[in-house]
T-cell receptor
Framework: SQQGEEDPQALSIQEGENATMNCSYKTSINNLQWYRQNSGRGLVHLILIRSNEREKHSGRLRVTLDTSKKSSSLLITASRAADTASYFC???????????FGKGTTLSVSS | GAVVSQHPSWVICKSGTSVKIECRSL??????MFWYRQFPKQSLMLMATSNEGSKATYEQGVEKDKFLINHASLTLSTLTVTSAHPEDSSFYIC??????????????FGPGTRLTVL
């Protein structure tokens, strides 16, 4: 079953611009994670934010989590063509259970 | 970081045949592995949870007699697609949970297996 919904479904930007993707989920969570997937390839783990955290940074990535609104956002700053990929949020209800993925946002960064 | 492998990376088979996909945790023990399916331009859908030494738990709508899962050791889970048909063509991805990071539920994903049924 699908837990999260990302928006936008597709995003096209120019190199150097920032990209913001949003994710909403339906039930309480243990933590929320963001993954990247290049076309036809496997998943790359980007960042994990725990349910008691509100913001986390990793390089050019910034993730926020608002558990009261059941939503998260992923910001990629100074985007590059290599950031072109699909981005998924994934949540789990409790530790040890399966990750449930959102529908994803397809990001296209043109040079 | 922990590594999960899948074999084969891609497979083409004829309709009606069975295909086995292996998922291995290479440098850690995984009591639980998960199997996902991804159709083109769609997200990953959880198919089943594979527990070492016990029967797998399947998600609603996933036929357990068609997608046989065996998790015989702490490092290996297999998914067998029986009597495959063209509609089973998809990207199958497994993930494994590292026992030492249970509190963070960090899961490690395999690179995926692309199945094409002719």
């Amino acid at each position: 079953s699908q837990q999260g919904e990302e928006d936008p479904q597709a995003l096209s930007i120019q190199e150097g611009e920032n990209a913001t993707m949003n994710c909403s989920y339906k039930t309480s969570i243990n933590n929320l994670q963001w993954y990247r997937q290049n076309s036809g390839r496997g998943l790359v783990h980007l960042i994990l934010i725990r349910s008691n955290e509100r913001e986390k940074h990793s390089g050019r990535l910034r993730v926020t989590l608002d558990t009261s609104k059941k939503s998260s956002s992923l910001l990629i700053t100074a985007s590059r063509a290599a950031d072109t990929a699909s981005y998924f949020c994934a949540t789990d209800r409790q530790a040890g259970t399966a990750l449930i993925f959102g529908k994803g946002t397809t990001l296209s960064v043109s040079s | 970081g922990a590594v999960v492998s899948q074999h084969p990376s891609w497979v083409i088979c004829k309709s009606g045949t069975s295909v086995k996909i292996e998922c291995r945790s290479l440098d850690f023990q995984a009591t639980t592995m998960f199997w996902y399916r991804q159709f083109p331009k769609q997200s990953l859908m959880l198919m089943a949870t594979s527990n070492e030494g016990s029967k797998a738990t399947y998600e609603q709508g996933v036929e357990k007699d068609k997608f046989l899962i065996n998790h015989a050791s702490l490092t290996l889970s297999t998914l067998t697609v029986t009597s495959a048909h063209p509609e089973d063509s998809s990207f199958y991805i497994c993930s494994a949970r590292d026992l030492t990071t249970v509190s963070y539920n960090e899961q490690f994903f395999g690179p995926g297996t692309r199945l094409t049924v002719l």
